[in-house]
């Protein structure tokens, strides 16, 4: 369901960067109005670190070109 459902995360890190997803992450949920926001995890630098090494990684696998767009 990526990027039907909610943001694309195979190819976040090469859009956005690590530094990027940690903050990210952090500010949830905005409490933007009108919009689906994730909830806050309370995840320890340690374990964002994890998440943004685990997207690199991830963003480095051939994929095919899918999706076929950069936002999914």
């Known amino acids: 369901e990526g990027a039907y459902f909610a943001p ?8 956005r960067g690590g530094d990027f997803i940690k903050g990210w992450m952090q500010a949830m949920p905005t ?3 009108g919009r689906r ?8 630098d340690e374990e964002l670190d994890q998440l943004v ?7 480095e696998i051939n994929t095919a070109n899918w999706p076929p767009n950069i936002e999914g």
Do not use: C, D, H, I
């Not at 926001?37 to 320890?44: H, I």
């Open 53 to 59: 090494a685990f997207l690199k990684y991830t963003s």
């Open 31 to 33: 409490g933007a109005p």
């Open 8 to 15: 694309e995360l195979g190819n976040v890190y090469k859009r």
């Open 37 to 44: 926001q994730m909830p806050q995890f309370n995840l320890t």
